[in-house]
């Protein structure tokens, strides 16, 4: 089965660019990997998506590097309404359509 | 654009009965997954629907089930409750098979009792 790491949780000051990284040993060939935000008693929000090398947009940059083991999600200049819980989501090696997220990085923005 | 809508909300129920939960995709979107979220297990993947059909379960108990209908609105079915089932249950939708940009729904906060 798939399993991802992450931190538990990191914290950060306000106009600091913050790295969540997440490995993922057993991703599929075909898989991507993607990110999502979460707030409490909401669901979860994409924030970016990526196969290989570097993804960017208007939020955030995502980095895989060659062996796709892991992946980095880069957040420049956070605030403090980017607190929250982070989590990366890849499919299972085994089943492409049984996604397992991650136990998620509390990110904590301090003023 | 309306977003995944899930019904009810919130909701209470007592050991032993059993709930149905409702879910709208985003019109267009023919994948509905679902998910249990707890303080100690994080996100859980139930199961995957993609035109009608399941194409993927989680590993959860039989008591756990689903379905979709033709316009890809999507159930999940809980019988004989336990306290253990308490959780935030979350729906998701994405255009394609292929397409791991699903969007969430705000998720129905079951409560048993």
């Known amino acids: 089965l798939a399993k991802t790491t992450q931190p538990i949780s990191m914290d950060s000051y306000e106009g600091q660019e913050v790295n969540i990284t997440c490995s993922h040993n057993?991703?599929?060939?075909?898989?991507?990997i993607t990110w999502y935000q979460q707030f409490p008693s909401q669901g979860p929000r994409f924030i970016i998506q990526g196969y290989k090398t570097k993804v960017t947009n208007e939020v955030a940059s995502l980095f895989i590097p060659a062996d796709r083991k892991s992946s980095t999600l880069s957040l420049p200049r956070v605030s403090l309404s980017d607190t929250a819980v982070y989590y990366c989501l890849v499919g299972d090696g085994d089943n492409f359509n049984k996604f397992y997220f991650g136990s998620g990085t509390k990110l904590n923005v301090k003023p | 654009k309306a977003g995944v809508t899930q019904t009810p909300r919130y909701l209470i129920k007592t050991r032993g009965q059993q709930v149905t939960l409702s879910c709208s995709p985003i019109s267009g979107h023919r994948s509905v997954s679902w998910y249990q979220q707890t303080p100690g297990q994080g996100l859980q993947f139930l199961f995957e629907y993609f035109s009608e059909t399941q194409r993927n379960k989680g590993n959860f108990p039989g008591r756990f089930s689903g379905r979709q209908f033709s316009n890809s609105r999507s159930e999940m079915n809980v019988s004989t409750l336990e306290l253990g089932d308490s959780a935030l249950y979350l729906c998701?939708?994405?255009?394609?098979?292929?397409?791991?940009?699903?969007?969430f729904g705000s998720g129905t906060r079951l409560t048993v009792v």
């Open positions: 057993n991703i599929a060939t075909n898989d991507y």
């Open positions: 998701a939708s994405s255009t394609s098979e292929w397409n791991y940009g699903y969007t």
